[in-house]
C-alpha cells in the first residue's frame, strides 16, 4: 500500500484559495489518489479522485504532476464551512478495496 | 434509504456488557466497511463485506470483536464485554462494485455513526 504524508494541520481565512499537498512517493502505476472530507461528527464524504494531471469539479481541482509522487487539493474561496479534516487516500479502486485513512489534514477557516 | 444509515446514534454502556451496532448500506451496494474513529485520531479500519462473506477482517482487533453481514445489506458489528478502550465512534460505509470483475468504483458513502461510550 502507498503511504501518503500530509500536514497535520493549516490555517486559511475566508475567501482565500487553500492548497493542501499530500506526498505518495511509493505510488503503484494503477493507484488513484482521492480526497474526502469529514466534518465534526459526520462520516468522511468523497471530494474528488484523480489519476494524473488535473481533475475539476464543482467542489474541488485536484493537482496530479506527471510523476505522480505528489498530489495537491486546491480550495477555491474557502468559506467558514470549509472547517474540516481532508484525507488523501492512494489506491486501486478494483477488487477487494481496503481505503486506508490516515490522521488528515484539520484546516481552520477563520473568518 | 438514500444514505448509509446507522444504528444507534449513541450507546452508552457499562465496562463487560455487550453491544451491538447496526448498519444499513446504501441498496444494490455490495461492498461494506467498518472503520473506527477515536478522538481527534484517523479512521482505523475494522473489516470489509463483499456481499455476506468478508474477505478481510484483519483489522478487527480482538476476538471480542465480530461482524455479520445477511442478505447483502444490512450489517451488524458486536462487541462482547466491552472495555473503555472500546470507546469511538464506528462507522459504516459502502460501495458500489462495478463490473463482473467486482471492480469497485473506490468512492465510499459512509454513515454518521455509532458514538460509543463505554462507562
Known amino acids: 500500500l502507498a503511504k501518503t504524508t500530509q500536514p497535520i494541520s493549516m490555517d486559511s481565512y475566508e475567501g482565500q484559495e487553500v492548497n493542501i499537498t499530500c506526498s505518495h512517493n511509493?505510488?503503484?502505476?494503477?493507484?488513484?489518489i482521492t480526497w474526502y472530507q469529514q466534518f465534526p461528527s459526520q462520516g468522511p464524504r468523497f471530494i474528488i479522485q484523480?489519476?494524473?494531471t488535473k481533475v475539476t469539479n464543482e467542489v474541488a481541482s485536484l493537482f496530479i504532476p506527471a510523476d505522480r509522487k505528489s498530489s495537491t487539493l486546491s480550495l477555491p474561496r474557502v468559506s467558514l464551512s470549509d472547517t474540516a479534516v481532508y484525507y488523501c487516500?492512494?489506491?486501486?479502486?478494483?477488487?477487494?478495496?481496503?481505503?486506508?485513512f490516515g490522521r488528515g489534514t484539520s484546516l481552520i477557516v477563520h473568518p | 434509504g438514500a444514505g448509509v444509515s446507522q444504528s444507534p446514534s449513541n450507546k452508552v454502556t457499562e465496562k463487560g456488557k455487550d453491544v451491538e451496532l447496526r448498519c444499513d448500506p446504501i441498496?444494490?451496494?455490495?461492498?461494506l466497511y467498518w472503520y473506527r474513529q477515536s478522538l481527534g485520531q484517523g479512521l482505523e479500519f475494522l473489516i470489509y463485506f463483499q456481499g455476506n462473506s468478508a474477505p478481510d477482517k484483519s483489522g478487527l482487533p480482538s476476538d471480542r470483536f465480530s461482524a455479520e453481514r445477511t442478505g447483502g445489506s444490512v450489517s451488524t458489528l458486536t462487541i462482547q464485554r466491552t472495555q473503555q478502550e472500546d470507546s469511538a465512534v464506528y462507522l459504516c460505509?459502502?460501495?458500489?462494485?462495478?463490473?463482473?470483475?467486482?471492480?469497485?468504483?473506490?468512492?465510499?458513502?459512509f454513515g454518521e455513526g455509532s458514538r460509543l461510550t463505554v462507562l
Open positions: 484523480g489519476y494524473k
Open positions: 441498496s444494490g451496494h455490495t461492498a
Open positions: 460505509a459502502s460501495s458500489l462494485v462495478r463490473g463482473t470483475s467486482g471492480t469497485n468504483t473506490g468512492e465510499l458513502f
Open positions: 487516500l492512494v489506491g486501486f479502486p478494483g477488487g477487494s478495496y481496503i481505503p486506508t
Open positions: 511509493n505510488i503503484a502505476t494503477n493507484d488513484y
